[in-house]
Nanobody
Framework: QVQLVESGGGLVQPGGSLRLSCTSS????????TGWFRQAPGKGREGIGC????????AYTDSVKGRFTVSRDKFKNTMYLQMERLKPEDTAVYYC???????????????WGQGTQVTVSS
């Protein structure tokens, strides 16, 4: 069982920025496709960005394209989600996950972390 741990969530004003991190103590992130999902109150879980293994090719859904960036530091074994120009509708619990079918691989995730809350509000 892969264990992923997210961190970096919090309260931010509209238009602000935030960076989430995802790491694992028993899983080498660079060897697998990984990415981010989010779940807003009353809504289903939505895949928003991912990064392929090795070359690190990224993909994004339209709702975050141009504002969010997924990256990975293989030396720190950490994946990041840099979020810019945040909107109230970005408020959600954010999860990192593996992508067994690749990135984006139909946005099918597995090995979910526990999630970190992001709230965008003035």
């Amino acid at each position: 069982q892969v264990q992923l741990v997210e961190s970096g969530g919090g309260l931010v004003q509209p238009g602000g920025s935030l960076r989430l991190s995802c790491t694992s103590s028993d899983f080498t992130l660079d060897n697998y496709a990984t990415g981010w999902f989010r779940q807003a109150p009353g809504k289903g879980r939505e895949g928003i960005g991912c990064i392929s293994s090795g070359e690190g090719i990224t993909a994004y859904t339209d709702s975050v394209k141009g504002r969010f960036t997924v990256s990975r530091d293989k030396f720190k074994n950490t994946m990041y989600l840099q979020m810019e120009r945040l909107k109230p509708e970005d408020t959600a619990v954010y999860y990192c996950a593996t992508f067994p079918l690749g990135c984006p691989g139909e946005w099918a995730g597995a090995d979910w972390g526990q999630g970190t809350q992001v709230t965008v509000s003035s």
